[in-house]
């Protein structure tokens, strides 16, 4: 699975937006972008997935550049809830397979 | 549906005794993985395991550390003589057999060796 590199903290205003960026340059062109979340001492939550299109749920939305190699995932109007640490993890989408989690980005709201 | 079940949510242990950790998948979930965080450490893998079969163990540590999916029942992580350094959250995970749908975490074990 292709390696990814994320800031190691951001902060954020209660109510903005919060962009979280990722990049992944020697992302194959099998492999999927994930994103996951963890809330302090919780377990991971999956939040969103892309292979080349613009992604949204009700979660938040994801932005991969055409080439591929880096992507953003983007918390339209961030909470004090919304305080973890984000990891973006990039994997072939076959049947099951571990997920390599990095050291994320610790993001942090503020009211 | 109910998310994946994993219990005890804290098990506290004596130096040299077993513990065992239990893990139910969500419904129709076939793949487990384990997952182990240290103190102030990040999420590690363990093991991938489909039913009656280890799939990937290329995390596990050598020694002491088992794991089964049996047929029936839930995924069991199973720590021999425990030490203080097996001290972390160990978290479950799940997944259906299809390909590319996000996995459903559990809300952890932490296991505290005294």
């Known amino acids: 699975d292709a390696k990814t590199t994320q800031p190691p903290s951001m902060d954020c205003a209660e109510g903005r937006a919060a962009n979280l960026p990722c990049n992944h340059s020697?992302?194959?062109?099998?492999?999927?972008v994930y994103w996951y979340r963890q809330i302090h001492s919780q377990g991971p939550q999956y939040i969103i997935h892309?292979?080349?299109n613009n992604e949204t749920n009700e979660m938040a939305s994801l932005i991969i550049t055409e080439d591929r190699k880096s992507s953003t995932l983007i918390l339209p109007h961030a909470t004090l809830r919304d305080t973890a640490v984000y990891y973006c993890?990039?994997?072939?989408?076959?049947?099951?397979?571990?997920?390599?989690f990095g050291q994320g980005t610790e993001l942090s709201v503020k009211p | 549906n109910a998310g994946v079940m994993q219990n005890p949510r804290h098990l506290v242990r004596r130096r040299g005794q077993e513990a065992r950790l239990r893990c139910s998948p969500m419904?129709?979930?076939?793949?487990v993985y384990w997952y182990r965080q240290l103190p102030e450490e990040g999420l590690k893998f363990m093991v991938y395991?489909?039913?009656?079969?280890?799939?990937?163990e290329s995390g596990m540590p050598k020694e002491r550390f088992s794991a089964e999916f049996p047929k029936e029942g839930p995924s069991i992580l199973r720590i021999q003589q425990v030490v203080r350094g097996d001290s972390a959250a160990y978290f479950c995970?799940?997944?259906?057999?299809?390909?590319?749908?996000?996995?459903?975490f559990g809300s952890g074990t932490r296991l505290t060796v005294v």
């Open positions: 995970a799940s997944s259906p057999p299809t390909d590319i749908v996000g996995y459903t």
């Open positions: 020697t992302i194959s062109g099998n492999e999927y």
């Open positions: 892309g292979l080349k």
């Open positions: 993890i990039v994997r072939v989408a076959a049947r099951g397979g571990k997920l390599i």
């Open positions: 419904k129709g979930h076939s793949h």
């Open positions: 395991l489909q039913k009656e079969n280890i799939i990937d």
